[in-house]
């Protein structure tokens, strides 16, 4: 038997065609009741792809309903009804599987509606437990292969910068837990970034606290937040990456990937990028946008959580980041006088590189089934280099007639080069000691802490501007040849005791004691170029001082707290010693300062339903000022180092 070329081909196409269209079906049909048989007008139906329950569609019923480019896979089609019994109808969407599937939901009458509710069918968006907002991530669906990222997005109140950065009503979220369990110690974006939407069965929000905080149940005041990302019971284990890499013209390339494990109590994740084309992209779609100028990064970071026995749960920070950016700038500008116009040419070049080191350690032993001591380090590196330079022409136009011959000359020229370099690094040490006892309630917390900062910045620093009049001969010239270093040196030291007493079911009264002790060292010293020597030893007392900061900090408090039905109420006062020691050794003067003050903290929370709630806050605390603040300039030896004392008050309102 004979077969043309053409007719094959046909053929063929044929074939194809009908498999393409097979990969994808629609879902359409009719929701009737069973006795009149009349169609259920604003029934919801809603499909969701098993087996993690991911809502892919829901939808009314407005004489008859469908859901278009199914794709292959396990769905439950559940349609309900205010007064109705639930209709559920599981089916497969294979590839040989016909265009269309052809539902009738009957509806049956419910014997008792106030006695069954169905919950999978409606999930509520949003729910209220006194000053937790959670989110359901199944009323927020998300496209396959998305991150929490983009579900973030979609949540109300939570905004995500072009940075990564997120803030839920202006607050920044400082934290991003998993399941309760801290594991992002240095960076909450390391979550919302790799982790993938679909293990997310709920987003819970809530003002950050200490530790102190929760274990005592006495709330602090806060202005950042924390999100707790509760994970699918059955996406709570297992692992899960992506690898990614571009490239293209003038040697440019984009790569990087992440690898997660999820076990139970550990949890794994490292990440790794490089690029060279301004990319912020970490391989999906965000709305991280490009850098100033040409940059070059790269950066690796790994996180990890273990339980190492019965008594001893690990979690470990470390990330290292590199940055490289230059950018050259020219600018041309005119500016109309009445008699004259300026025209100022303008070129400029800069060079930056970064190198950041951060990790963190944090150990949780539970001595006994009353008894913790934690433990926490953290450690932050950095080394930059700069250099830039400018060049800046002026000239004239005169457009007067008693100016002949002058009409266009170079009024000024300027040139400036500076470099700079800085090393520095951050320690934190803090260890903590809580114990329970038998009446519930009652609390003793200690917690001693540990701070120490360096820095050095050399720099040095070359200008020259120079004016001519219309005949070309120089009027004034400066020249500023200098060099620079400053070394700044800190270190801290904090104690914190702190008790709390039930008087009742639901009344507890607190007491702490606060010591704080902290000093700083901080020299500048600015040299000129001498021209006869041809060194840098002439010094410059404009910009050259020496400084010594020395402060120590008492403070106690006492407070009462109670929680009545569907109220809160708290109200407490801190007293502050406050003693400041300050040395300027430019001109060996002293200045010594003693401050007491009083600060009162109130706060209620009501909440008249699930749904809604009111909280109002007033508190009042006192900011020492640190030594870059408290360190003198030219004719300002003497300035105040008053204690900066800020009254907050806040009011917030939810209604859900």
């Known amino acids: 038997m004979f077969y043309s070329p053409r007719l094959l081909f046909f053929l063929l196409w044929s074939l194809l065609a009908g498999a393409s269209k097979a990969q994808s079906v ?20 809603s499909l969701f792809r098993l087996p993690a329950s991911d809502l892919v569609h829901r939808v009314r019923n407005r004489n008859g309903f469908f859901f278009a480019n199914i794709q292959k896979g396990n769905y439950l089609l559940i349609t309900s009804h205010q007064g109705f019994e639930t209709d ?3 089916f497969f969407v294979k590839s040989a599987d016909s265009a269309v599937i052809v539902h009738t939901a009957v509806m049956r009458r419910r014997s008792n509606n106030l006695l069954e509710v169905v919950v999978r069918a409606t999930i509520p968006p949003v729910i209220v437990r006194n000053d937790t907002i959670a989110f359901n991530a199944g009323a927020y669906p998300s496209p396959p292969n998305s991150t929490v990222e983009d579900l973030l997005k979609k949540l109300p109140g939570i905004q995500v910068d072009k940075d990564g950065n997120v803030t839920m009503n202006g607050q920044k979220v400082d934290k991003i837990r998993i399941d309760g369990k801290d594991f992002f110690l240095s960076d909450p974006r390391l979550a919302s970034q790799n982790l993938p939407a679909d293990i997310v069965a709920q987003v819970e929000a809530f003002d950050s606290q200490s530790e102190k905080a929760r274990l ?6 806060s202005n950042t937040k924390t999100l707790n990302i509760r994970l699918k019971k059955k996406r709570n284990k297992g692992y899960f990456g992506k690898l990614y890499a571009a490239g293209g013209t003038g040697n440019g390339f984009s790569v990087g990937g992440s690898a997660t494990r999820l076990a139970g109590e550990q949890m794994l994740l490292l990440t790794a990028n490089a690029n060279n084309i301004n990319s912020q992209f970490t391989g999906t779609e965000h709305s991280n946008g490009p850098g100033y100028g040409l940059q070059s990064s790269n950066n690796l970071q790994f996180n990890y959580r273990d339980q190492w026995s019965k008594k001893l749960t690990a979690t470990i920070n470390a990330v290292r980041i ?21 025209i100022q040419n303008s070129t400029s070049s800069s060079q930056n590189k970064n190198t950041n080191l951060n990790g963190a350690l944090y150990l949780q032993y539970a001595m006994d089934s ?19 330079s400018d060049s800046t022409a002026i000239r004239t136009l005169k457009t007067n007639s008693n100016y002949p011959g ?7 020229v300027g040139r400036t080069n500076n470099s700079s370099s800085g090393s520095g690094n951050n320690i934190n040490n803090s260890l903590d000691f809580r114990r329970l006892f038998d009446k519930k309630g009652r609390l003793i917390y200690i917690n001693f802490s540990q701070n120490h900062s360096d820095q050095d910045q050399p720099a040095t620093l070359y200008s020259v501007v120079r004016n001519f ?11 500023q040849n200098q060099q620079s270093s400053q070394t700044t040196r800190n270190n801290g030291y904090n104690l914190n005791a702190s008790y709390t007493e039930p008087i009742g079911k639901k009344h507890v009264l607190d007491f702490s004691y606060g010591f704080n002790q902290s000093s700083g060292h901080s020299d500048k010293e600015s040299f000129a170029l001498d021209s006869l020597t041809g060194k840098y030893d002439q010094l410059d007392s404009l910009t050259t001082n020496r400084f010594k900061n020395s402060t120590t900090v008492h403070s106690w408090s006492a407070g009462y707290n109670t929680t009545e039905g569907k109220w809160r109420f708290q109200v407490g006062i801190t007293g502050q010693l406050t003693r400041l020691s300050n040395l300027n050794l430019m001109n060996d003067s002293a200045l010594r300062q003693n401050s007491l003050n009083w600060n009162p903290r109130a706060s209620f929370l009501w909440q008249p339903e699930k749904s809604s709630n009111l909280n109002f806050s007033y508190s009042m605390n006192n900011r020492t000022p640190t030594i870059d603040q408290l360190q003198p300039v030219q004719a300002l030896f003497n300035a105040c180092a008053c204690v900066d004392e800020e009254d907050v008050l806040r009011v917030k309102i939810h209604i859900g």
């Open 26 to 45: 629609t879902v359409r049909g009719s929701v009737t009741d069973s006795i009149s048989h009349q169609i259920l007008e604003d029934a919801t139906v």
């Open 88 to 90: 559920t109808f599981h």
């Open 216 to 221: 005592t149940g006495i709330k602090e005041q």
């Open 322 to 342: 590199y940055n490289n950016t230059q950018v050259d700038q020219q600018l041309s500008r005119q500016t109309a006088l009445t008699d004259s116009s300026i």
């Open 370 to 388: 009353v008894t913790q001591l934690n433990f926490s380090s953290s450690y932050s590196g950095q080394n930059s280099s700069g250099q830039s």
């Open 406 to 412: 002058s009409a266009n000359y170079l009024s000024s």
């Open 469 to 479: 009049d219309s005949s070309g001969h120089m009027t004034t010239g400066t020249v």
